[in-house]
């Protein structure tokens, strides 16, 4: 069945970032096959010559990451669409599904196959299964193996160039042991495939990774964004953060059970981004008033300490944060996140495409906001708020 081709691409324009931006800032939430969305807006990106200086990503987001940072501006796209291809490439449907009924069918047959035989690429069921290997045993944590994963991005991905320093990357993952949100981030941690494939590791699915002497999970588990690490790492730069969400926390009321999963599923992944950006106002209001009061200090009666914390908070980041939700299909359900069809792939790709091209028409949300102000949140799919 012909799904319809990607977006072509196109030549981009130069590199550019907006007046008093210091770093452009791509932050990508997990979401399992909606994660095509992500390389969508990335796409438009790249197009309008917005290349990220840094990206942070958990799960598939953490995976798209690592094809971003992982190649250079040039081969990133390419990088893209190959993985994405590949791991969709399998026939689902003989006919072209017409109407919301027979698309849901698809689907579910899609994340079926998904389900029995693995992603080409990405993971595969073992054998036996894990129900029938003795406790303790290799292959008895998860229902699949995630080797394929880590060839993928050993073929697709550059680490020294991520380990380079000419971009950043920080991928989100939970200590299996403590239970602790980790952030491996390549400004103090050599980023190597086993950080990316822990950021991603869904359990029961996919299989916990070592990483030195720990064992780590998928980082959707404690937060599924990882904009609080942007905010907390910001020092005194100037970003421009584009974040990608692909679990929408709005949604009507349920009407039945496979309703009741996909809306239980938005609400447990979706971002709190309205929390963390109040609790970044609030503290920035904070550091605003407090220099005001130790500029009026003379200079002689301030400690050692007062001294380093006015240089500290003489130049306050400011921050425009463009918010991008993908907002699910009527025929889309709970398995969403790992329907893996072709069609479906290039559906969300498609999406993310034209939000993006559309969200770019308006400059102003792209302008650095003033020192007092902080932070300013553009949320594209809210604009009555």
């Known amino acids: 069945m012909d799904a319809g081709p990607l977006p072509p691409p196109r030549p981009p324009h130069a590199a550019w970032r907006p007046n008093r931006c210091q770093s452009i800032v791509l932050v990508l939430q997990g979401g399992g096959a909606l994660g095509a969305y992500q390389a969508g ?46 791991i969709t490439d399998r026939p689902v449907w003989l006919l072209p599904p017409d109407g919301d009924d027979v698309r849901r069918a698809h689907n579910h047959w899609s ?44 073929r697709l991905v550059d680490f020294d160039l991520i380990n380079s320093g000419k971009s950043r990357i920080a991928v989100g993952a939970v200590n299996v042991g403590s239970g602790n949100f980790t952030f491996f981030d390549s400004t103090d941690t050599e980023i190597l495939p086993e950080h990316v494939m822990a950021s991603g590791a869904l359990p ?55 309703g009741v999963i996909a809306r239980q599923k938005d609400i447990q992944y979706s971002s709190r981004t309205r929390m963390i950006t109040d609790h ?74 034209r939000d993006t091209k559309r969200t770019l028409r308006h400059k102003v949300w792209l302008e650095i906001p003033s020192e007092e102000e902080g932070v300013a949140v553009h949320d594209v799919h809210r604009p009555e708020e």
């Open 111 to 154: 994340a079926w196959l998904t389900m029995t035989l693995g992603q080409e690429g990405f993971f595969k069921p073992h054998f036996p299964p894990a129900w029938l290997r003795p406790r303790g045993a290799k292959g008895a944590t998860s229902i699949y193996d995630s080797a394929p994963l880590r060839e993928t991005l050993l």
């Open 204 to 258: 029961p699915g996919l299989p916990m990774i070592e990483v030195g002497t720990d064992y780590y999970w998928d980082g959707g588990i404690v937060s599924n964004t990882p904009l609080q690490h942007v905010f907390e790492c910001a020092g005194s730069m100037n970003l421009l953060v584009f974040q990608v969400d692909l679990f929408s926390s709005r949604g009507g009321i349920p009407r039945d059970l496979t």
């Open 41 to 86: 807006v990335y796409q438009a990106l790249h197009e309008a010559g917005l290349e990220p200086d840094w990206v942070n990503g958990v799960s598939i987001g953490g995976i798209n990451s690592a094809l971003i940072a992982g190649n250079p501006p040039e081969r990133r796209l390419g990088r893209l669409r190959e993985f994405w291809e590949m």
């Open 280 to 353: 970044f106002r609030a503290l920035h209001a904070k550091d605003v008033q407090l220099r005001a009061l130790l500029a009026k200090v003379v200079e002689e009666k301030l400690t050692e300490e007062e001294r380093e914390l006015k240089e500290k908070l003489a130049d306050l980041p400011e921050i425009s944060l463009i918010h991008m939700i993908y907002q699910r299909a009527a025929y889309e359900g709970e398995v969403k996140d790992y329907e893996f069809s072709a069609l479906s792939m290039r559906e969300h790709w498609d999406a993310g495409y």
